[in-house]
């Protein structure tokens, strides 16, 4: 139903702060659950962030209190910051949507996904 295409990741250092940002095509942007998922080699995705139709908002207590998301519907956009940065960060960050508003934090209910965007932490 929608691309995803995020961008933002890159190199940092321990205490830095690193903006995600993720674009969506498509009209029906407002009718999707916006999420932050990530990998690193291993383990399974990993649920980092949700927010809802209304903005609602959910965490992975790993980043509660230092990552906030946020969405913008007029430009299709979801952002995640991400603040006092961790080598435990360190993974391959995914954009992902799920059209309605049920906010899951597992994997397979989301319908579409990003390519992903490389964030690496060093201490």
């Known amino acids: 139903q929608v691309q995803l295409v995020e961008s933002g990741g890159g190199l940092a250092q321990a205490g830095d702060s690193l903006k995600l940002s993720c674009t969506a095509s498509?009209?029906?942007?407002?009718?999707?659950?916006m999420g932050w998922f990530r990998q690193v080699p291993g383990k399974e995705r990993e649920f980092v962030a949700i927010?809802?139709?209304?903005?609602?908002?959910y965490y992975n207590n790993s980043t509660k209190g230092r990552f906030i998301i946020s969405r913008d519907n007029a430009k299709n956009t979801v952002a995640l910051q991400m603040n006092s940065l961790k080598p435990e960060d360190t993974a391959i960050y995914y954009c992902?949507?799920?059209?309605?508003?049920?906010?899951?934090?597992?994997?397979?209910?989301?319908?579409?996904w990003g390519q992903g965007t490389q964030v690496t932490v060093s201490s």
């Open positions: 992902a949507a799920r059209l309605g508003g049920e906010a899951y934090a597992t994997p397979v209910k989301y319908d579409d």
């Open positions: 927010i809802g139709l209304f903005g609602n908002t």
């Open positions: 498509g009209r029906t942007f407002s009718s999707y659950t």
